[in-house]
């Protein structure tokens, strides 16, 4: 699977942007798909995470309320709307894909190649 984010930018505390993230190469319909976001001088985390086959979601706390993820599978494409968004939003957005469900960095093993994410206070 090949993956390749877009849609970050440069935008002010409280306010709005959304990644996109396109696949292609092998079907994925068994592969769950995350978002992980790193910031400069810290390890990637895990930010949100859908099922590709059931929508079954996991967010990570920080951004619960604010980030959602959802998918179209006709595209397949999934995508990460951030509203509310906070100066400590700021990182490195990467999308990844995993083939099976996991909120964990290393059961992921598609990456795709990071989009940045700036919040400005």
């Known amino acids: 699977v090949q993956l390749q984010a877009s849609g970050g930018g440069l935008v002010q505390a409280g306010g709005s942007l959304r990644l996109s993230c396109a696949a292609s190469g092998r079907t994925f319909s068994r592969y769950a798909m995350g978002w992980f976001r790193q910031a400069p001088g810290k390890e990637r985390d895990f930010v949100i995470a859908i099922s590709w086959t059931s929508g079954r979601t996991s967010y990570a706390d920080s951004v619960k309320g604010r980030f959602t993820i959802s998918r179209d599978r006709a595209k397949n494409a999934v995508y990460l709307q951030m509203n509310s968004l906070k100066p400590e939003d700021t990182a490195v957005y990467y999308c990844?894909?995993?083939?099976?469900?996991?909120?964990?960095?290393?059961?992921?093993?598609?990456w795709g190649q990071g989009t940045q994410v700036t919040v400005s206070s």
């Open positions: 990844a894909a995993s083939s099976a469900w996991s909120t964990l960095l290393e059961e992921y093993d598609s």
